[in-house]
């Protein structure tokens, strides 16, 4: 079985700063992905960023970017440049590469908040 | 496309009613999952289908809690009897061969009263 940990339960920034939310997870799997979400208090959980294991590069979109280290099983979500409408919770999950075995583990989340 | 689309958005029932939460999920898409958030148990997966087919149930709670998916388009998730303990956001997912990124529907909030 998967666990992932989120061991942030949260967070503070000043607005335009960067900040870094921590997730390592435990697998018996070599092939696998990573995903952060986030679910701002609109309840909708939105889809940040994605990561194969098989890929050494670390994944990038726009202000937000990851740093896998496989071997530690660390999954950490960096956001640049941060934006009031950044404030929200962050969820990293895991999803195993295989059939049968496609659901979402996911960590118990970091809530962010963005001061002005 | 739409996005994955859930009704009701909120439900309010009394204890020992039958609800029925109901999902469509994006076009195309070929895996549907039932998750429930809670603010003690925060994200659980209840049920997952694959091709109209349930894959794995093990984190349905009791036999008061069923998920059909008569057809790619459409699924339901019934709890008959509800309890209290049942009140959670119910949200619905659905994906194209699981791991290019899980769509969410916007929830339905079920309180149980």
């Known amino acids: 079985a998967q666990t992932v940990t989120q061991s942030q339960p949260e967070m503070s920034v000043q607005e335009a700063e960067t900040v870094t939310l921590s997730c390592t997870y435990d697998t018996s799997e070599n092939n696998y992905y990573l995903f952060w979400y986030k679910q701002p208090p609109s309840r909708q959980m939105i889809l940040v960023i994605r990561?194969?294991?098989?890929?050494?590069q670390n994944a990038t979109e726009n202000r937000f970017s990851v740093n896998f280290q496989k071997a530690a099983k660390s999954f950490s979500l960096k956001i640049s440049d941060s934006q009031l409408g950044d404030t929200a919770m962050y969820f990293c999950a895991f999803s195993a590469y295989n059939f049968g075995n496609e659901k979402l583990t996911f960590g118990t989340g970091t809530r962010l908040t963005i001061i002005p | 496309d739409a996005g994955v689309i859930q009704s009701p958005r909120h439900e309010v029932t009394e204890m020992g009613q039958e609800v029925t939460l109901r999902c469509k999920p994006i076009s195309g898409h070929n895996s549907l999952f039932w998750y429930r958030q809670t603010m003690m148990r925060g994200l659980e997966l209840l049920i997952y289908f694959n091709n109209n087919v349930p894959i794995d149930d093990s984190g349905m709670p009791e036999d008061r809690f069923s998920a059909k998916m008569p057809n790619a388009s459409f699924s339901t998730l019934k709890i008959q009897p509800s309890e209290p303990r049942d009140s959670a956001v119910y949200f619905c997912a659905s994906s194209f061969d699981g791991n290019y990124g899980y769509t969410f529907g916007s929830g339905t909030r079920l309180t149980v009263v």
């Open positions: 990561q194969e294991a098989y890929k050494q």
